[in-house]
């Protein structure tokens, strides 16, 4: 009798187990054995009100080990079927932290920061930073959360939420880091981020504003490359009635 083995199926576990694992190690790494100087003059470094919770970065590197862990739930007592009978609300809520906030926080900080640090790295990450940030961190968290993210979109099929539902969602969250990034200034009298202490305020508002709006827009590619990427499937979906709710 012939042993079937399903290698496609095998090879995305592997690959959500993995990208779990490099998550979940960088964050336990970073906050077990990344110890900043007393004489670091950086407000981005020491330890003060937010922790690490004041970057961006680290919300990200959330979103991403909290997706990955869906998936591998997921995996494992879900279905990774391109029309399952019925959906289950773990595949639409995993669907759900993609659309809204894995991708588009993933493609965001890291074009963010590589082009802030290709223009000056000492007003995204200082040189002095390699004495206690390992480089395998930095790209764990800025690098591979991108090549993690799009190996996603392209293997693993899913169904958009309603673009007024997941837009909403990730709109609130960038509203929110803004006004959480100044309350951090209103608490410590320091930006988070360098770069903003060498703008004048009119450029620092055209800055957020920027940022802001560059992010966001990061929800529309991930839809408009899932619609590309998976039409066939999604058409599938669309007539034979299996839609998200």
Not at 34 to 56: C, I, N, Q, Y
Not at 69 to 88: A, Q
Not at 109 to 132: G, M, N, T
Request: glycine fraction near 4%; aromatic fraction near 20%.
């Amino acid at each position: 009798m012939a042993l079937c083995v399903d290698i496609p199926r095998i090879l995305m576990k592997l690959f959500h187990f993995v990208a779990w694992s490099q998550y979940f190690f960088a964050i336990f790494y970073d906050l077990n054995y990344v110890v900043v100087p007393r004489s670091d003059t950086h407000l981005m470094t020491r330890p003060g009100f937010g922790g690490r919770l004041r970057f961006l970065t680290y919300w990200c590197l959330i979103f991403q080990a909290f997706y990955f862990t869906l998936c591998v739930v997921n995996d494992f007592i879900g279905t990774n079927e391109h029309h399952p009978k019925r959906p289950s609300k773990l595949r639409t809520f995993k669907d759900y932290i993609f659309a809204t906030f894995a991708f588009p926080l993933a493609m965001n900080v890291a074009i963010s920061f590589w082009s802030i640090y290709a223009i000056d790295r000492e007003l995204i990450l200082p040189k002095s930073f390699e004495s206690f940030f390992p480089h395998w961190l930095n790209h764990v968290m800025h690098t591979n959360i991108v090549i993690f993210i799009l190996l996603e979109l392209f293997t693993s099929y899913r169904q958009y939420p309603k673009r007024k539902t997941g837009f909403t969602g990730l709109l609130i969250f960038n509203i929110l880091y803004v006004i959480w990034i100044h309350i951090i200034k209103y608490k410590s009298d320091r930006w988070v981020y360098p770069i903003l202490e060498v703008l004048s305020l009119p450029q620092r508002i055209g800055f957020i504003v920027f940022i802001g709006v560059f992010g966001i827009s990061f929800y529309f590619v991930g839809e408009y490359l899932n619609n590309k990427i998976w039409a066939n499937e999604l058409k599938l979906t669309k007539s034979s009635g299996k839609k998200h709710k």
